[in-house]
T-cell receptor, first 116, second 112 residues
């Protein structure tokens, strides 16, 4: 596709369940970012990949959160034992370059997670 | 880590007037300063950006100014129109690893 694709667009789950959120970046983009956005707030950095490796995962809130990008393209954000406080919109973005030449981030429309 | 402060959190201007949103950043090594616009139910979209080798950049009705000494940059929208109503975010890289950190956003209302 032409843009960043995120699935599912909406996910409702129960407290304690496991959730996977998928991001399909723009083809050829080196860098991939995950952000979390709560209502009325800015995107909060979670993790960023350069290629297959996580360049920085310092924004992951705790060890219930994990993300992978095994082939340097599609990424999956995994949340174990979900809590009500995990409810938010999870945004994925990709950019052509990474590091010092970072430029425009192209965002998907987000996955809205609701934990009941 | 990088701290990006944005203000005001809400701004209402009459259609046709100008709007200014300001951001400050903490990492003096930051060299790239984008502004994003987010409409309801969508992801943020880049509207303008500036690199640290220039002080100002314009694109039609929008402009960004940068003061590296003071570590702040501003978004200027002139001749505002109803479609400018949205949430605007500034951002800056944390130079240690170039992750992009966002401000908390400004909700801009254009009044008829």
């Amino acid at each position: 596709g032409a843009g960043v694709s995120q699935t599912p667009s909406n996910k409702v789950t129960e407290k304690g369940k496991y959730v996977e959120l998928r991001c399909d970046p723009i083809s050829g983009h080196t860098a991939l970012y995950w952000y979390r956005q709560s209502l009325g707030q800015g995107p909060e950095f979670l993790i960023y990949f350069q290629g297959t490796g996580a360049a920085d995962d310092s924004g992951l809130p705790n060890d219930r959160f994990f993300a992978v990008r095994p082939e340097g393209s599609v990424s999956t954000l995994k949340i174990q034992r979900t809590e009500r406080g995990d409810s938010a919109v999870y945004l994925c973005a990709s950019s052509l370059l990474a590091g010092p030449n970072t430029g425009e981030l192209f965002f998907g429309e987000g996955s809205r997670l609701t934990v009941l | 880590g990088e701290n990006v402060e944005q203000h005001p959190s809400t701004l209402s201007v009459q259609e046709g007037d100008s709007a200014v949103i300001k951001c400050t950043y903490s990492d003096s090594a930051s060299n790239y300063f984008p502004w994003y616009k987010q409409e309801l139910g969508k992801g943020p979209q880049l509207i303008i950006d500036i690199r640290s080798n220039v002080g100002e950049k314009k694109d039609q009705r929008i402009a960004v100014t940068l003061n590296k000494t003071a570590k702040h940059f501003s978004l200027h929208i002139t001749e505002t129109q109803p479609e400018d109503s949205a949430v605007y975010f500034c951002a800056a890289p944390w130079k240690r690893d170039d992750k992009i950190i966002f401000g908390k956003g400004t909700r801009l209302h254009i009044l008829p």
